[in-house]
């Protein structure tokens, strides 16, 4: 039988290198998963690859990690779709699951890999693994593509000798992530696109409708109704400028343009960003749909990383730096502190006043039966659905209120246009 060159990581994290006899590859490194180390790459004695392998590791060892970081970063320049990263963390665990060494995966998925930012990455990735570093040193190489959150789990993984798992508790976290974001995106896109369809309806009727009906009833005697005089001031008011040629609504879309940057920019600011973040919690209809969809990511994360072996303060940290909303993050902080001093996790998440009676509850159950993981996930899982159920209804309840809305507002506009004309006509009638 052949011999195999290999190296592994053991349970502690540190590689091991040497040579074992085995069949094939494949059972190679199911030798090595059974002797609790995970292969970071198997290559078959005497074959080119193995030369490579060697050739490739000894000359990057004694390399100073600071210029492969450099060449990584200089690599990874710009960022990734969150779909996009998803799809690769999949594919990874599909990979590594069906018993395929890690720089093996690694090549494969660069290969086929057709966005170019992150097939930079990918090859960044390998040289790194091969030059002999962990695979979570890697990732740790490129902080704008993985997060604290990604980096963290995968080193749980290494040293748990679980990678596989780890990788498809990942890919099932971006999946709901990713999932849970696009619905509530959907229900604020559909709201804005009816409204601006309102307003550029109104717009046109001011600025080339309206006039003309003006000019239709200047020479009339008889006083214009209520409603009329309403809209024929409204369209002089868009029409009036200093420019001719730029009515008035073009710089009342521009003041509204300059208040979004400027919230924008005061949401920059540590005090702004807290104001911003407690607004959006507050919102009424959305601020429910915010809270809610802030709690479930709070409770995946969490239990996601409690259930793939990392501490329960690290987990803490990591999850309030991915929590997304000040308000949240300042919470996950108490909790923090309060757990460092030995107090349990159920006290301060009542006295922060931020997270519901249920998911304190189910933490509670969750802490007494030593299941606090499952527990967050559970909760996770009913938040999800939660906000669905939410959206869901919010999308069905505005879509006629928007209708009714926008055929308000056209008929308006029409019924001011014609009202004068009915009575002109009823008085001409009068007359004969």
Request: hydrophobic letters at 45%; proline letters at 5%; charged letters at 20%.
């Amino acid at each position: 039988m052949p011999n195999f060159i290999y190296s592994a990581l053991d349970a502690k994290g540190e590689q091991t290198d040497g040579v074992l006899t085995a069949a094939s590859e494949a059972e190679a490194i199911q030798t090595l998963r059974a002797s609790h180390l995970f292969p970071t790459q198997v290559y078959e004695e005497g074959t080119a690859n193995a030369h490579a392998g060697a050739k490739g590791s000894k000359k990057a060892k004694p390399k100073s990690k600071s210029s492969s970081t450099t060449a990584s970063i200089g690599k990874s320049k710009g960022n990734v779709k969150p779909k996009v990263l998803m799809i690769f963390t999949r594919q990874l665990a599909t990979l590594i699951d069906a018993g395929l060494p890690l720089l093996r995966s690694l090549t494969v998925l660069g290969k086929q890999e057709p966005n170019p930012v992150l097939k930079a990455t990918i090859s960044s990735l390998a040289d790194s693994v091969q030059g002999g570093s962990t695979f979570s040193e890697s990732l740790a190489q490129h902080p704008n593509m993985f997060n604290k959150l990604y980096v963290n789990m995968v080193k749980a993984g290494e040293l748990g000798g679980v990678l596989e798992v780890v990788l498809n508790r990942l890919a099932e976290y971006q999946e709901k992530a990713h999932k849970l974001k696009n619905k509530i995106v959907s229900a604020m896109v559909y709201p804005a696109i009816v409204m601006f369809i309102a307003v550029a309806i109104l717009v046109f009727l001011m600025i080339f409708i309206v006039p003309k009906f003006k000019e239709m009833f200047a020479n009339s005697d008889s006083e214009l109704p209520l409603i009329s005089q309403i809209v024929f001031g409204f369209s002089e008011f868009c029409l009036a400028s200093p420019i001719s040629i730029i009515p008035n609504v073009v710089w009342l879309f521009v003041a509204g343009f300059l208040v979004y940057l400027g919230i924008g920019a005061m949401g920059k600011t540590k005090g702004g960003r807290e104001m911003v973040d407690k607004l959006k919690l507050h919102m009424p209809v959305f601020g429910d749909i915010q809270r809610k969809s802030a709690v479930s990511r709070f409770a995946r994360t969490l239990g996601t990383l409690v259930t793939s072996g990392v501490p329960i303060l690290q987990a803490l940290n990591i999850t309030r730096d991915t929590a997304g909303n000040v308000v949240i993050s300042n919470a996950i902080s108490k909790v923090h502190e309060a757990v460092k001093e030995g107090e349990s996790i159920v006290t301060p998440l009542s006295a922060s006043g931020v997270f519901p009676n249920m998911l304190i509850s189910m933490v509670d159950v969750g802490e007494e039966t030593g299941q606090l993981p499952e527990m967050l996930l559970k909760v996770a899982d009913v938040y999800d659905d939660e906000v669905d159920n939410a959206v869901t209804a919010l999308t069905s309840i505005l879509e006629p209120i928007m209708i009714v809305f926008l055929a308000l507002v056209v008929g308006a506009v029409v019924f001011a246009l014609f009202l004068p004309l009915i009575k002109m006509i009823q008085t001409m009638g009068e007359q004969q």
